[in-house]
Structure formats: C-alpha cells, structure tokens
T-cell receptor
Framework: KNEVEQSPQNLTAQEGEFITINCSYS?????LHWLQQHPGGGIVSLFM???GKKKHGRLIATINIQEKHSSLHITASHPRDSAVYICAVRPSGSARQLTFGSGTQLTVLP | DSGVTQTPKHLITATGQRVTLRCSPR?????VYWYQQSLDQGLQFLIQ???????AKGNILERFSAQQFPDLHSELNLSSLELGDSALYFC????????????FGPGTRLTVT
C-alpha cells in the first residue's frame, strides 16, 4: 500500500463546478504539500499545510491530522484549472523527504 | 516563474552515455532537491543538498550522483544510462533544509534511446 493515496485518479467537471480532490496518508507527518502540474510539465507549489485550512483565491486546502486526510477544493472551476494535482507528505521524525501521491488528473470543460 | 532555473530543457542521448543536469536555486535558497518523474514510478525524491553538503538521500541509483557548488548551483550526473532512466528530472529549492515551501524548476526531460 502506498503511503500517500489520492482520489479520484481522474476527474472531469463542467466549468463553474465545485471540485474536491482527496489525499490520505498512512504515516505521521510534519507537513503536507499540494502541487499543481501543468500540461507542459511544470510544477507549482499551491499549499504547504501542517494543520487547519489555507485559502488562496479559488483554492482551499484543509488537513485533518488525526484522520490523516487532506482535501483540495476548487470553487467556480475554470478550464485553466485543468492540470494534475499532486499531494505530497513529509514524514515526521526523520530526514525523510517528500513522498508523493500518484496525482489527480483534472479536466474542466467549458 | 519560480526563480529556479534548470538546463537543458530537453536532452536526448543513447544508452550507456553520461549526462549532467544543472540547477540554479532561487536567490537566497540554500537547499536544493532533485526529483525524478517517470511514467511508471511517478515523482520520487532523489537527493537533497544544503549549503554544499548532502543532507538526505532517497531512491537514487548508484549510477547517479549530485553535488552542490559554492555558488549554490547543483548538478545531477547520470551515467551508464538505461532506457528506464528516461524521465522528467526536477530540481527544487528552499530556504532551509527542514520543513518549508519548495519552489520547483521547469524540469529537464531526458530521453534515452
């Protein structure tokens, strides 16, 4: 079993829809990252969380440390949000570095 | 633009060859991370340097090595290349070696034929 599981693997939505991508992990962590990978391959860091909730524009990320679960929400989705969204965790208590989920391919149709 | 630069953008080479990928971190960042993204394995951490010293090692093959120079740029050397080494190689940088935001470069796409 992977340490980081994302769901769904693929998601197609209509423009304007509210989108949720989920990430579950099985280890204690010091931080969780949400990344966006554009069709051209470039990676952008969206959020780094260790507790609670963060908001940036139409994006909201939440984390529940006790349940080992995080969600990324996109409000009023737009075709330009189409990308792969990747969850990554940094396990706590060691020099271990980021462990990545397999990503969620999001397609937003006009 | 993250401020992290990587060269070259694309690299095509033959099996058995050796290549060097280069990364310049954001101004002020002391940590450099190297990641490999392949179709079958996804994103994997390879190695981290902080202020010239190796800080953490991940799933890096013995055929691969890296270093960080006094001016903080880093190079990833891949030798005895195999078809399976074809992947996107990303560099990222951060201010510290611990928990912190990482800023990713645009990647180098390596194709081994």
């Amino acid at each position: 079993k992977n340490e980081v599981e994302q769901s769904p693997q693929n998601l197609t939505a209509q423009e304007g829809e509210f989108i949720t991508i989920n990430c579950s992990y099985s280890v204690g962590i010091s931080a969780l990252h949400w990344l966006q990978q554009h069709p051209g391959g470039g990676i952008v860091s969206l959020f780094m969380l260790s507790s609670g909730k963060k908001k940036h524009g139409r994006l909201i990320a939440t984390i529940n440390i006790q349940e080992k679960h995080s969600s990324l929400h996109i409000t009023a989705s737009h075709p330009r949000d189409s990308a792969v969204y990747i969850c990554a965790v940094r396990p706590s208590g060691s020099a271990r570095q980021l462990t990545f989920g397999s990503g969620t391919q999001l397609t937003v149709l006009p | 633009d993250s401020g992290v630069t990587q060269t070259p953008k694309h690299l095509i080479t033959a099996t058995g060859q050796r290549v060097t990928l280069r990364c310049s971190p954001r101004s002020g960042d002391l940590s450099v991370y190297w990641y490999q993204q392949s179709l079958d394995q996804g994103l994997q951490f390879l190695i981290q340097y902080y202020n010239g010293e190796e800080r953490a090692k991940g799933n890096i093959l013995e055929r691969f090595s890296a270093q960080q120079f006094p001016d903080l740029h880093s190079e990833l050397n891949l030798s005895s290349l195999e078809l399976g080494d074809s992947a996107l190689y990303f560099c990222a940088s951060s201010v510290t070696y611990g928990v912190g935001e990482q800023y990713f470069g645009p990647g180098t796409r390596l194709t081994v034929t």
